[in-house]
């Protein structure tokens, strides 16, 4: 018997999210002519801290022409939602890269944590757009209150009224004496 866990005994730990948020500090190295060099701090979303210290060094590069060879990081860690509980509308500023050319987009999400947005913004610009993660530069990630949201897909959830229809209602019996393991009919579960 295999002691080795498999893919779908752990399902839940991998699906809730798959990125997280890193706040990566780090800065070119000390020189005689530049003895203490300015600190650099990005916010990352990335799925471990491998790829979020790649990804700072990608846009370090691209931005103030410090490369992983000439530079140092002076910290990484973790930043983890305060209030997990409360759902949150959340606003996104992007840019992508199009099979036709590169776009800026603001995109806006209901979620619990900012990790979960994120997940949302990626899956949905992979089916609308067939834009992969490599292609899509977060610029931008900010709370956003209610009465400041722009997009129909949000506003549609701000009606305190709001209700839901029960789908697939299953009638129970009104006590365990009344159960059957077998019925002449199946249960009607649409009403």
Known sequence: VST?????ENLSLYLPTMVHQYVVLGRRKPSAQNPSPTVFRMKIFAPNTVVAK???????SKTHKV???NGELVEIHEVFEKNAN????FGMWLRYDSRSGTHNMYKEYRGLTVNNAVDQMYADMASRHRARRSSIQLIRTATVPAKECKRANTLQFHNNDIKFR????LPRPSSKEYRKTFKATKPCCFF
């Open 4 to 8: 080795q866990s498999t893919w779908g």
């Open 67 to 69: 490369k992983r060879a």
């Open 166 to 169: 029960m789908l697939h209602r």
């Open 86 to 89: 409360q759902i949150k509308n």
């Open 54 to 60: 790649s990804r700072f060094w990608y846009y370090m």
